[in-house]
């Protein structure tokens, strides 16, 4: 998981979880089975499209992700922008 927010760090923002979001996170990571790789892998799953987008987005300072990002499934958490 430092891993990804340290990448965030790179384009300067700030990328947050709720503990809702890590419990969920820590739910689907035990269904693979796999331990760490599992918790990589339902990561990358999550923020791909995130990750992708952020780069791009002018005035972006944080990703806050929220349970129900998680649980949908959809990789997008809340984008903050600066005004």
């Known amino acids: ?3 990804t927010v340290h990448q965030c760090s790179f384009c300067g923002v700030a990328l947050e979880f709720t503990p809702e979001a890590l419990a969920a996170i ?3 990571a035990k269904t693979c089975g796999t331990g760490a ?11 791909q499209r995130t990750m992708f987008d952020l780069p791009s987005i002018p005035g ?3 990703c806050w992700v929220d349970e129900t990002a998680v649980v949908i499934g959809d ?3 809340k984008i903050a922008a600066e005004p």
Request: charged share 30%; aromatic share 0%.
């Open 1 to 3: 998981m430092t891993d």
């Open 26 to 28: 820590a739910r689907k």
């Open 37 to 47: 790789r599992g918790l990589r892998s339902v990561l990358e799953g999550l923020l």
């Open 60 to 62: 972006v300072t944080g």
């Open 75 to 77: 990789g997008r958490g």
